[in-house]
C-alpha cells in the first residue's frame, strides 16, 4: 500500500472517530461470507457503521483523533473489525444478539461514555449501560409518578367526598 493510501486511510478514520461517540473493537476471524453480509446488515439496520481495518493505521488514527482513548489500543491486535455507533449499548447488545447462533464476532474492547473496557467479560456491563434515550425516559418517568399520584388521588377523593355528600343529603 502507498504511504499516500494510508495516509488518506488514517485521515477517514480519524474523521470517523470524530463522528461517532463511541467505538467497539471485536474479532470476527471465522465468520464464512454468509455470516459476514449477515452481520453488516444488522449492522446496517440498528444504525451502526462496521468497518475491518488495519490494527496499525487505527491505532494511527486513534492518536491522531482529539479523544483519550488511552488503553484501548492494547485490544488492537489479530484481526481488528471497529463499530462506531452513536448509542453506548447499541454495539454490545448487536454483538450479544449475534453471537446467539455462535460465538463470533469475539469482543475485544471499546470506548463508550469517555471510558475503555478491555476484554471479554466487559461485555455484559456494556449491555446493561443505559443510553442516553434510556435515561431520558426514566427521569421523565420518575417525574410524572408523583403528579399521577396526585392527580389520580384527587379523582379518587373526589368520588368519595361525593359519595359522603350524598350519603349525607339521603340522611336529612
Not at 420518575?142 to 392527580?151: A, E, T
Amino acid at each position: 500500500m502507498k504511504k499516500t493510501d494510508k495516509v488518506t486511510i488514517v485521515e477517514n478514520l480519524t474523521s470517523t472517530i470524530g463522528a461517532y461517540s463511541h467505538i467497539y473493537l471485536t474479532d470476527t476471524t471465522g465468520l464464512n461470507a454468509g455470516a459476514t453480509s449477515d452481520l453488516r446488515r444488522l449492522c446496517f439496520q440498528k444504525e451502526v457503521k462496521l468497518m475491518v481495518v488495519k490494527n496499525t493505521l487505527f491505532q494511527k488514527a486513534m492518536e491522531q483523533s482529539e479523544r483519550n482513548m488511552e488503553g484501548l489500543e492494547v485490544a488492537l491486535k489479530g484481526t481488528s473489525a471497529v463499530m462506531f455507533s452513536n448509542t453506548g449499548n447499541l454495539p454490545a447488545k448487536l454483538i450479544k444478539e449475534f453471537r446467539k447462533k455462535g460465538t463470533i464476532p469475539a469482543f475485544k474492547g471499546a470506548f463508550v461514555e469517555e471510558s475503555v473496557y478491555i476484554g471479554e467479560g466487559q461485555l455484559e456491563a456494556l449491555v446493561s449501560i443505559k443510553s442516553k434515550e434510556e435515561l431520558l425516559g426514566d427521569v421523565i418517568g420518575l417525574l410524572q409518578s408523583p403528579m399521577k399520584n396526585v392527580v389520580s388521588a384527587l379523582k379518587s377523593g373526589g368520588t368519595t367526598i361525593h359519595g359522603i355528600l350524598k350519603t349525607l343529603e339521603e340522611r336529612n
